[in-house]
């Protein structure tokens, strides 16, 4: 099993969706990153988060240290949005690297 | 701001051949780190420098990647001899130290034929 999964793998919706991705892990964290990367470029940090929420334009990350679970939502979603959004978590073990999610693949259909 | 700077963006190479790829990051970012990754696969850190010493290279394979970051700025990372399996995006990423932020590039896309 793997430390960070995510949920759901891949997700299609229509513009103007309100997007839920969620991603649940099994060890212990110092903080947790969201991250966004669209096809053939690089990866932009969207959040970095150890609990509570946090809001950035459309994009809302919220996580619950007890539950060890963190969603990603995207309120009012465009076209533009569509990309893979991966969820990676600083292990307390793990010398403050990133344990990686597998991703999910957002498109936004116009 | 300047963001993590990395060059080329894109290169072919034939296997065996050898490549170097270089990466600048955030002026002040004591952190460096390289990850490889694989198309449809999540980033794998292959080395982790603090300043100008190695953290972590547990996942280097080091018969023909090396790394060097000489003096706690730039960082170059190279493949000698190159093989079709390192085909891959690499990607590198700088943070104000180890509990911090990473901040990545856009990556290198190589292609091994």
């Known amino acids: 099993k793997n430390e960070?999964?995510?949920?759901?793998?891949?997700?299609?919706?229509?513009?103007?969706?309100?997007?839920t991705i969620n991603c649940s892990y099994s060890v212990g964290i110092s903080a947790l990153h969201w991250l966004q990367q669209h096809p053939g470029g690089g990866i932009v940090s969207l959040f970095m988060l150890s609990s509570g929420k946090k809001k950035h334009g459309r994009?809302?990350?919220?996580?619950n240290i007890q539950e060890k679970h963190s969603s990603?939502?995207?309120?009012?979603?465009?076209?533009?949005?569509?990309?893979?959004?991966?969820?990676?978590?600083?292990?307390?073990?793990?010398n403050y690297q990133l344990i990686w999610g597998a991703g999910t693949k957002l498109i936004i259909k116009p | 701001e300047a963001g993590v700077?990395?060059?080329?963006?894109?290169?072919i190479i034939e296997k065996r051949q050898?490549?170097?790829?270089?990466?600048?990051?955030?002026?002040?970012?004591?952190?460096?780190?390289?990850?490889?990754q694989?198309?449809?696969?999540?980033?794998?850190?292959?080395?982790?420098?603090?300043?100008?010493g190695v953290v972590d290279d547990s996942q280097l394979p080091k018969d023909r990647f090396s790394a060097e970051r000489l003096k706690g700025?730039?960082?170059?990372?190279?493949?000698?001899?190159?093989?079709?399996e390192d085909s891959a995006v690499y990607l590198c990423a700088s943070s104000l130290d180890r509990i911090n932020e990473q901040f990545f590039g856009p990556g290198t896309r190589l292609t091994v034929l």
């Open chain 1, 4 to 19: 960070v999964e995510q949920s759901p793998q891949n997700l299609t919706a229509q513009e103007g969706e309100f997007i």
């Open chain 1, 72 to 94: 990603l939502h995207i309120t009012a979603s465009h076209p533009r949005d569509s990309a893979v959004y991966i969820c990676a978590v600083v292990g307390m073990d793990s």
């Open chain 2, 5 to 11: 700077a990395q060059s080329p963006r894109y290169k």
């Open chain 1, 59 to 63: 994009l809302i990350a919220t996580i």
């Open chain 2, 38 to 52: 694989i198309l449809g696969q999540g980033p794998k850190l292959l080395i982790q420098f603090q300043n100008n």
């Open chain 2, 18 to 36: 050898s490549v170097a790829f270089w990466c600048n990051p955030i002026s002040g970012h004591a952190t460096l780190y390289w990850y490889q």
């Open chain 2, 73 to 84: 700025v730039d960082s170059t990372l190279k493949i000698q001899p190159a093989k079709l």
